[in-house]
T-cell receptor, first 113, second 112 residues
Framework: GAGVSQSPSNKVTEKGKDVELRCDPISGHTALYWYRQSLGQGLEFLIYFQGNSAPDKSGLPSDRFSAERTGGSVSTLTIQRTQQEDSAVYLC???????????FGSGTRLTVV | GQQLNQSPQSMFIQEGEDVSMNCTSSSIFNTWLWYKQDPGEGPVLLIALYKAGELTSNGRLTAQFGITRKDSFLNISASIPSDVGIYFCAGQCFASNYQLIWGAGTKLIIKP
């Protein structure tokens, strides 16, 4: 598609439940990033996928967080046993090979109650 | 992890005023980027800078890549209400496989 699509746009979940956040990047963009943004804060890097290479998971805050990217396209970020501190906006970004700018989705606002 | 120092953290200005914000780093970057984030949206690229000393304009926006490669500024002239949002700087070095290092953002608020 023309842009990066994220779903759902909003998600309210109970503490302890698992959630899945989806990112559908721009067709052909080989690099995909997940970021977390707490209210009024900057961007916290979570994970990075580049083509068929092993993902860079260095930003994942705990083993409750995982992500996969199937077929080099759609990515899913999974948070298990959600905690209140997981409440944030989760942003996905795609980058074309050799280009510098990222194209971001509108994010998923996760609220853990 | 590594982060850029972006200032100011927030700005309260009158419509029509000029705005200036900057980022500094202890590391050298090959590329500096400036993004704007509107409420409820992801950041959008405003300006990209590729050479030390480069000065680039995009409408009322002007950005410069510092000569030391460790800093950059963004100026907005004659601010208007739609300039409200959060502005992020981001730096990139070749060794990082195109990953960006982000500033913490500058929140721009225009006083009525």
């Amino acid at each position: 598609g023309a842009g990066v699509s994220q779903s759902p746009s909003n998600k309210v979940t109970e503490k302890g439940k698992d959630v899945e956040l989806r990112c559908d990047p721009i067709s052909g963009h080989t690099a995909l990033y997940w970021y977390r943004q707490s209210l009024g804060q900057g961007l916290e890097f979570l994970i990075y996928f580049q083509g068929n290479s092993a993902p860079d998971k260095s930003g994942l805050p705990s083993d409750r967080f995982s992500a996969e990217r199937t077929g080099g396209s759609v990515s899913t970020l999974t948070i298990q046993r959600t905690q209140q501190e997981d409440s944030a906006v989760y942003l996905c970004a795609a980058r074309d090979r050799g280009r510098d700018g990222y194209t971001f989705g509108s994010g998923t606002r996760l609220t853990v109650v | 992890g590594q982060q850029l120092n972006q200032s100011p953290q927030s700005m309260f200005i009158q419509e029509g005023e000029d705005v200036s914000m900057n980022c500094t780093s202890s590391s050298i970057f090959n590329t500096w980027l400036w993004y704007k984030q509107d409420p409820g949206e992801g950041p959008v690229l405003l300006i990209a800078l590729y050479k030390a000393g480069e000065l680039t304009s995009n409408g009322r926006l002007t950005a410069q890549f510092g000569i030391t490669r460790k800093d950059s500024f963004l100026n907005i002239s004659a601010s208007i209400p739609s300039d409200v949002g959060i502005y992020f700087c981001a730096g990139q070095c070749f060794a990082s496989n195109y990953q960006l290092i982000w500033g913490a953002g500058t929140k721009l608020i225009i006083k009525p």
